[in-house]
C-alpha cells in the first residue's frame, strides 16, 4: 500500500502562483511514477502533469503546459506541483497519484492506470 497526502492547496488570485506538495508513504517511493490531476465541480477528473520514478520524463496538458512544473524528490518520498500564472480555469481539486513504473509508461495520462490517490487539496484562483 502506498498512502499519499496532499498539502498547499489555498486561494490565490489570477495570476498569481501557488505550489501543491504531496508526501508518500508506505512502499518504495522510488518505484512509483507519479502524477497530479484534478477536478472541477461539474467536471470529470482531468490530468495535468505527470513524471517518472526517475524523474527523467514528465507530461503535461496542453492547458497547464509552461505555467505548471511538476517535480519529485526520492529522498524525501514527495512530489510537488508548481503552478504559476494561474487562471480561475484552474481552480479544481488537485488529486496526485502514484503508478507502478511499469505501468506508467502504457498510459501515463490516464487517471485508470494510477493504483493510489491522495484525498485532494482544494485550489482556487479568483478572477
Known amino acids: 500500500q502506498v498512502q499519499l497526502v496532499e498539502s498547499g492547496g489555498g486561494l490565490v488570485q489570477a495570476g498569481g502562483s501557488l505550489s501543491v506538495s504531496c508526501a508518500s508513504s508506505g512502499r518504495t517511493f522510488s518505484n512509483y511514477a507519479m502524477g497530479w490531476f484534478r477536478q472541477a465541480p461539474g467536471k470529470e477528473r482531468e490530468f495535468v502533469a505527470t513524471?517518472?520514478?526517475?524523474?527523467?520524463?514528465?507530461y503535461y496538458a496542453d492547458s497547464v503546459k509552461g505555467r505548471f512544473t511538476i517535480s519529485r524528490d526520492n529522498a524525501k518520498n514527495a512530489v510537488y506541483l508548481q503552478m504559476n500564472s494561474l487562471k480561475p480555469e484552474d481552480t479544481a481539486v488537485y488529486y496526485c497519484?502514484?503508478?507502478?513504473?511499469?505501468?506508467?509508461?502504457?498510459?501515463?495520462?490516464?487517471?485508470?492506470?494510477?493504483?493510489?490517490w491522495g484525498q485532494g487539496t482544494q485550489v482556487t484562483v479568483s478572477s
Open positions: 497519484a502514484a503508478v507502478q513504473r511499469s505501468k506508467w509508461y502504457g498510459g501515463p495520462r490516464i487517471p485508470e492506470r494510477y493504483d493510489y
Open positions: 513524471i517518472s520514478s526517475n524523474s527523467g520524463t514528465t
